[in-house]
């Protein structure tokens, strides 16, 4: 687990930048028992994606939309895999 300032030196952004994609819901870390973010690697890897996506020119709004539609893809794709197991058993 990595602190604001910890992720923020290793990617290159303002820890300001890093509040504002928790408080708009884009990149939510875990928080300590002090309510600190605490970043995982995971998350650490989604704001890579987001610096990405908004350098191509996508609004924070857009980039946790985008984010929000992997998740249902990824669900979905999860829940097609089940029932394709299910067909395969004969249910």
Known sequence: MFSVGQVADAIGVQPAFLRR???LDVVSP???SGSQRR????????IQQACTLIDEGL????????FE????????KAELADLKGDVRRGR
């Open 21 to 23: 994609l928790d408080q």
């Open 30 to 32: 875990a928080r300590s």
């Open 39 to 46: 970043y995982s690697r995971d998350d650490i890897s989604l």
């Open 59 to 66: 609004t924070l709004a857009g980039v946790r939309r985008v």
């Open 69 to 76: 539609l992997e998740a249902q893809v990824r669900a979905l």
